[in-house]
C-alpha cells in the first residue's frame, strides 16, 4: 500500500476529472455538477489515506515518488509530503467537495456553460495538490504558474460586475511576482551548478547548499516578493478584495482558503530553508510588514461596506499573524503559523460560504442592505456567528490555538512585535461584531422588507466599489429562508471541524512540529525556539 | 500551599461538572424545535445535578483535609517548550466558586422557567445559560492559565448572546457588542501575562507559575500582576473598563442576577486570589489593586444614587460591591478572605435582588421606571419581604451578611496601619452611606409612597417557580455573612490556598467599627428618606438639577470619555485609511504598473483580451511541454 502513488494520484484524479467533466455535453448540466462532486471526494478520501500511510515519527519527506523529468536541467517529476504539505493538501480534500456542493447553482442560468465552472474547479484542486506536493523547485515553480490559469477563469468568467477588473489586477499582479521568482529560481540553479558542478533543483539538495550571505538576500527577495503578493501582505494586497469581492464565492474559498496559503507555505517551505542568512537579515523588515498589516487591514475591514471585501481584509489581517509565527524562528510560533494555515481556511472558508448564502437571499453584497436576519434564518445566523468567532480567534475554535501558538511562540524572541500583534485581537472582535450586529441584529432592514427582491433597493447600487451584484434570476427568492439541506450539508461539517480543532488539536500538531523543527534546524536556528 | 493529590474517587469525575451543562446546551441547540417542550428542564437539570456533584466533591475534599486534587484530562497543546494539558484543579478555592455558580445557577435556572415562559426563545435562553455556567466552572476549575483564559473568553461569548439576548432590540444588540468589545482589551491583558509566564518561567499551570514567580525579577512580577489586573477589570466592569456592564442590563433580568451580579463579573476577583503567590510579590501592582477597587467603589456609588433604572441603579451597585472585592484582594494575604466572604454574601443578595427586580418588571409590564412603581409593598408581599432583606444584607444592617462581610475589608484596610490604611478605611466607610442612600432611595421609590403604575398595569405577585428561589436566596442574604464569619468561617477553609490567618493586631476595635459603619449607613438612610422618602416622587426626572447630579447621571461621563477618546479617532482613523487604501497604496501600485506598461485604462479594460489569450497559452504549453518531457524522459 506504501507504493501506491498517493500523491500522483491526487494530482492525476481531479485533472482527469476536469477533463471529463469539459468533455461533458453542454446541456448535462447536473452529469457535470455530479461528476465533479463525486472526483473530489475521491480526492478527499485519498486526502485521508495519504494522512493514514504517513508516519509522523518517521523522515521528513514521504511517499515520495520521483521521474526524471527534464534531466538536462537536473529537474525531477518529484513529489513528497512533510508534515506541513500533508495538512495542507488535507484542507484541499475537506474544502473542494464542501465548494463544488456550495457552488451547485453558481453558474445555473449564466452565459457559460455549466460543466466550464467545474471543470476549472477540478483543474485547480489538482494545480494546488500540486504546488504543495513538489519537491522539485523547477516543479514547485511551474504549479505555482499554472495554479492562476483556472483561478483567473473562475474569476473572470463566473464573478461578480467587475469580474474583467478583478481577474487580470489578480493575473498581473500574480505574473509579476512569478516572473521574479523566476529569475531567483533560475539563480538558485546557477548557484547550485557553481556549487556542486551539476545543477539541480532538487529541494533537499538546494537546503545543504551553502550560499553566500549577500547572494541569498538578493535571491530570497524574488522568491519573497512573489510569496508575498500571493499571501498578500501590506502594501502588495490591494488585488485580494478586489479578487475576493468579484470571485464567485466557491472561487473565493480556494483563494483564501487554499491559494494564498501557496505564499506562507513559501516563506516556510522555501525562503527560510534555502535563505537563512537572507531570513534571519530580512526578518525585522518582514515583521515590521506583518504587524502594519495585522493592525492596518483589520481597521480597513471594520471600514468596508461590502461583505466580501470585508472577509477579504480580515485574511489580510490573518495572514499578518501567519508570518508572524513563520519570522520568528521559534518551533511554537511556526508550528502555530502552519496550523493557523489549515485554521484559517476552514474558518475563512466557512465565513465566505456563509456569506455567499446571505447574499444568493439578498442579492446585494452591501451590509447596509440586510439586518435582523437572526429572527429570518437563525440557522444562517448561527453559521455565522460561528464563522465569525473562528475569525476572532474565540477559544473553543480551532483558530484560538494557531493565534495563541504564533503569539506565545513570537513573544520570547520578538515581544514589541508580538504586543502589537495582540492589540489585533480586539480589533479583529470589532470587525467582526460590527458586521454581525448590522447584518443578524436589530430589526429587520433592506431586502428583509422587500416585498420583491426584484426591485432595486433603495440606496443599492452605489457606484465604484460596492457596486451591488445583480445575481441571475433562479438566486432570488421572495424572502430570506433559512439554509436548505445542501447548505445545511456544506456548513456542517466546517463548523464540526472548527469545534473539534478547537478542542483537540494535538493529533494535527503532531503532524506539523516535525517538518518546523526540521525547517529551524536548515536554517541552523535553534530548534527549541526560546532561549531563556 | 498543601500538597496536591492524585484525584481519585469523586474528584476525578469533577469534569462532568462542567460537562454536563455543556451537554445540555449542545442538546438544546442541536436539538432544534424538537426540544422546545422540555428544554428548559433538562438545561435546570443539568445545572442541578452539577450542583450536587459539586456539593460531594466538596465534601471529599474537606475529608482530605482541603489538599487540592489535580485532575489530567488530556493534552490540549504541545509543541516545542510549551506544554499545555486540559486539566482540572479542585481546591477549597476553586470549590467555593463551584458551589456558587452551580448553586445559584440551579436557582436561577429554576426561576427562570417561571420568567422566560412566554417567551419564544426560551430554549435558546436556556441553552446560553448552560454554555454560561459550563464555561463559568472551566474558568474556576482549569489548572493553568490558559485554561483559564479558555473559560474566560467562554463566559464572554455566552454573556455576548445572553445581553444580545432579544437582538432584534437595537440596544440589546449594541450593549452586547460594547460588552465583547470591552472584555476584549482586558483579554489582551490577561494573554499577555500568560505569554510573560511562559516566556520567563516555560510554563502556564498554576503549580509550575506559583512555584517559580518568586524567581523572576521584581519589575516582571509586577507587569505581570499588572497584566492581569487589566483583564480582571475588563471582567468585573472596574475602572477604568466599567461602562459596559450597566448596559448590559439589556438582556433578561436571570442574565442579570447570575452573570453580572453573582458570578462571571466576580472573575476578576478570582483572578487576583488565584493569583495571590504573585501579587503576593509585588506590593506596587497591590496598590493599583487597591486604586482601582476604591475608586471604582465610589464611582458606582455616585452613579447608583442618580439612576432611575431599577436595573442600572442594581448594576452600579454591582460596580461598586466589586470595588469594595478589589480592594480587599488588593490588600494581600489580610484581605484575601474578607474579600471572597464579600463576594459569597453579594452572590447570594445581589441574585436575590435582581429577581425580585424582575419580579417586579414582571408585574410591571416589563417597566424598569422607578419613577413609575411605588406602593408596591402590599402587592408583591413575597417580593417585597425577599427583596427587602436582601437590601438590608447589602446596606450593612447589623447581624445580616453584608454587615459581616463589609466590615471585615474595612477592618483589613484600617489594619494596614498607616495613611493609606486610613484612607482606604474611610473611602470604603463612606460607599456604606452612599450605598444606604441609594438603595433606600430604590426600596421607597419603588414599594413605597404613592402609585404612579402607567395606565392598564395590574400588579400580580409571580408564581411560586419565581419565588421560592427568591426565598432561598433571601435565606442566604441574612445567613450567609454569618456563617462565613464565625459558624463555618471561611478563613480556615481556605487555609490550604492562603495560609494560616495572621492574627493582626487591630488598629481599631471591630466593635468600634461596626459602631461607626452602622452610623454612617443610618445617616445614608435618613438622607434618603429626607430626599426621597418624605416627599412626591415626580413621575418625570427633574431636569434642571445640580452639576453634580448631572455627572451622576452620566455615570461620572465615563461613555463620554470613550467615546471622544476611541470610538470617534478611530472611525474617522478607519475611514481614512480606507481611502488611503483605495486611493493611495492601490492607486501608486496601478500607477506604477501603468507606468511600466502603458495607461491605467488599459490595464483594466483592453488589456483583458491579451490576459485571457496568454493565461490559455500559458496553460497549454506548460501542459505540452510537461507531457512531451515526460514522454521522451520515460519512454
Partial sequence: MSDFPWLLAMIAVPAIGAAVVAALPRERALLAKQVALGVSLVVLLLAVLTTLAFDAGGPRFQLTTSVPWIPDFGSDFALGVDGIALVMVLLIGVLVPLVVAASWH??????????????????????????????????????????????????????????????????????????????????????????????????????????????????????????????????????????????????????????????????????????????????????????????????????????????????????????LGIFAFTTEAGTGAVLYMVNHGLATGLLFLVVGMLIARGGSRRIADYGGVAAKAPLLAGAFLVAGLASLALPGTGSFVSEFLVLIGSFPERPVFTVLATLGIILAALYVLLMYQRTMHGPARGVLLQEDPAEPLPGAGGGGATATATLPAPQRSLRVADLGRREIAVVAPLVALILVLGVYPQPLIDLIEPAVVATLDDMGAASGGTDR | MSETLPADGLLGWSWLLIALPLAGAAVLLLGGRRTDRWGHLLGAATVATAFVLAVLCTVQLAGQDGAPADVELFTFIATGELDVTAGLLFDPLSAVF???????????????????????????????????????????????????????????????????????????????????????????????????????????????????????????????????????????????????????????????????????????????????????????????????????????????????????????????????????????????????????????????????????????????????????????????????????????FPFLSGYFTKDAIIEAALDRDDVWGWVLGGVAVLGAGLTAFYMTRLMLMTFFGRARWEEGVHPHEAPPVMTAPMVVLAVGSVASGALLVSVFPLSGWLEPVFGEPAEAEHVVAPAVIGLVVTLVMLLGVLAAWLFVGRREVPVAAPVRVSPVTRAARNALYADAVNESLFMRPGQWLTRALVWVDNRGVDGAVNGLAAGLGGSSSRLGRAQTGFVRTYALGMLGGAVVVAGALLAVTSG
Fill in chain 1, 106 to 323: 453558481e453558474a445555473d442560468g449564466g452565459p457559460r456553460p455549466v460543466r466550464v465552472f467545474f471543470a476549472w474547479l477540478l483543474l485547480l484542486e489538482a494545480m494546488m495538490v500540486g504546488v504543495f506536493v513538489a519537491t522539485d523547485l523547477l516543479l514547485f515553480y511551474v504549479f505555482f504558474e499554472a495554479m492562476l490559469v483556472p483561478m483567473y477563469f473562475l474569476i473572470g468568467s463566473f464573478g461578480g460586475p467587475r469580474r474583467q477588473y478583478a481577474a487580470v489586477k489578480f493575473f498581473v499582479y500574480s505574473l509579476v511576482g512569478g516572473l521574479v521568482m523566476l529569475a531567483s529560481v533560475i539563480g538558485v540553479y546557477v548557484v547550485s551548478a557553481g556549487v556542486l558542478g551539476e545543477g539541480t533543483f532538487a529541494f533537499d539538495t538546494l537546503t545543504r547548499l551553502d550560499i553566500d550571505p549577500d547572494v541569498q538576500r538578493l535571491l530570497f527577495l524574488g522568491f519573497f516578493i512573489a510569496f508575498a503578493i500571493k499571501a498578500p501582505l501590506v502594501p502588495l494586497h490591494t488585488w485580494l478584495p478586489d479578487s475576493g469581492a468579484e470571485a464567485p464565492v466557491g472561487g473565493a474559498v480556494l483563494l483564501v482558503g487554499v491559494l494564498d496559503k501557496v505564499g506562507t507555505f513559501g516563506f516556510i517551505r522555501y525562503c527560510l530553508p534555502l535563505f537563512p542568512d537572507a531570513s534571519r537579515f530580512y526578518a525585522p523588515f518582514v515583521l515590521v510588514l506583518a504587524v502594519v498589516g495585522i493592525l492596518y487591514a483589520a481597521l480597513l475591514a471594520m471600514g468596508q461596506s461590502d461583505m466580501k471585501r470585508l472577509v477579504s481584509y480580515t485574511s489580510i489581517s490573518h495572514f499578518g499573524f501567519i508570518a
Fill in chain 2, 98 to 396: 463551584a458551589l456558587l455558580i452551580t448553586g445559584v445557577g440551579s436557582l436561577i435556572h429554576v426561576y427562570s422557567i417561571g420568567y422566560m415562559a412566554h417567551d419564544p426563545g426560551r430554549r435558546r435562553f436556556f441553552a446560553y445559560l448552560n454554555l454560561f455556567v459550563a464555561a463559568m466552572l472551566l474558568l474556576v476549575l482549569g489548572n493553568s492559565f490558559v485554561a483559564l483564559y479558555v473559560g474566560w473568553e467562554g463566559v464572554g461569548l455566552a454573556s455576548y448572546l445572553l445581553i444580545a439576548f432579544w437582538y432584534t432590540r437595537p440596544g440589546a444588540a449594541t450593549a452586547a457588542k460594547k460588552a465583547f468589545i470591552m472584555n476584549r482589551v482586558g483579554d489582551v491583558g490577561l494573554a499577555l501575562a500568560i505569554f510573560i509566564m511562559f516566556a520567563q518561567l516555560g510554563t502556564t499551570s498554576y503549580a509550575g507559575v506559583f512555584g517559580t514567580v518568586g524567581t523572576l525579577a521584581g519589575g516582571t512580577i509586577t507587569a505581570i500582576g499588572l497584566l492581569l489586573l487589566l483583564g480582571a477589570c475588563g471582567k468585573s466592569g472596574q475602572f477604568p473598563l466599567q461602562a459596559w456592564l450597566p448596559d448590559a442590563m439589556e438582556g433578561p433580568t436571570p442574565v442579570s442576577a447570575l452573570i453580572h451580579a453573582a458570578t462571571m463579573v466576580t472573575a476578576g476577583v478570582y483572578l487576583i486570589a488565584r493569583s495571590a503567590p504573585i501579587y503576593d510579590l509585588t506590593p506596587t501592582a497591590r496598590a493599583v489593586v487597591l486604586a482601582v477597587g476604591a475608586l471604582t467603589l465610589l464611582i458606582g456609588a455616585i452613579a447608583g444614587c442618580a439612576y432611575d433604572d431599577i436595573k442600572k441603579v442594581l448594576a452600579y451597585s454591582t460596580v461598586s460591591q466589586i470595588g469594595y472585592m478589589f480592594l480587599a484582594v488588593g490588600l494581600g494575604p489580610a484581605g484575601y478572605v474578607a474579600g471572597l466572604a464579600h463576594l459569597l454574601a453579594h452572590g447570594f443578595f445581589k441574585a436575590g435582588l435582581f429577581l425580585g427586580a424582575g419580579s417586579v418588571m414582571h408585574a410591571m409590564r416589563d417597566s424598569v421606571d422607578m419613577r413609575r412603581f411605588g406602593a408596591l409593598w402590599n402587592k408583591l408581599p413575597i417580593t417585597f419581604a425577599t427583596f427587602g432583606l436582601g437590601y438590608l444584607a447589602l446596606i450593612g
